[in-house]
């Protein structure tokens, strides 16, 4: 098999102004900039580029694939995001791991999660 991922794509109205989200959420760095219309941002240790791609519609329903981001500290890294624009939805626990729930700030949902004992 020779197939790999490469990025993942999240849709929003402004590329621009969401781009500002991500790139102080994950540290990265705008790499491309296509007229605002579609941005790439990666960095050299992230093996993933993140896109961001204008769509003329509002997000509608809930998000058929979503990031998961894992940390160490999940409640610290919850309130840095929420801090830069992101909005809690819930908080979800299974026996040696639990998730927050989130949106950025033009809705699209992912999570951040930790294990613990």
Same mark, same amino acid.
């Not at 160490?72 to 639990?98: Q, S």
């Given at each position: 098999?020779?197939?790999?991922?490469?990025?993942?794509?999240?849709? $929003?109205?402004?590329?621009?102004?969401?781009?500002?989200?991500?790139?102080?959420?994950?540290?990265?760095?705008?790499?491309?900039?296509?007229?605002?219309?579609?941005?790439?941002?990666?960095?050299?240790?992230?093996?993933?580029?993140?896109?961001?791609?204008?769509?003329?519609?509002?997000?509608?329903?809930?998000?058929?694939?979503?990031?998961?981001?894992?940390?160490?500290?999940?409640?610290?890294?919850?309130?840095?995001?929420?801090?830069?624009?992101?909005?809690?939805?819930?908080?979800?626990?299974?026996?040696?791991?639990?998730?927050?729930?989130?949106?950025?700030?033009?809705?699209?949902?992912? $999570?951040?999660?930790?294990?613990?004992?």
């Amino acid at each position: 098999m020779t197939l790999q991922v490469g990025m993942i794509t999240i849709d $929003c109205e402004d590329p621009r102004a969401l781009a500002g989200f991500w790139t102080e959420a994950l540290g990265l760095e705008v790499s491309q900039d296509y007229f605002g219309e579609y941005l790439v941002l990666s960095s050299d240790s992230s093996p993933v580029a993140l896109g961001i791609q204008h769509v003329p519609e509002p997000r509608a329903g809930k998000n058929r694939l979503h990031l998961d981001l894992t940390t160490e500290d999940a409640d610290g890294e919850v309130a840095r995001l929420v801090g830069l624009g992101a909005k809690e939805v819930g908080k979800h626990e299974v026996p040696g791991f639990g998730w927050t729930v989130l949106t950025d700030p033009e809705g699209n949902e992912f $999570c951040v999660g930790a294990a613990h004992a």
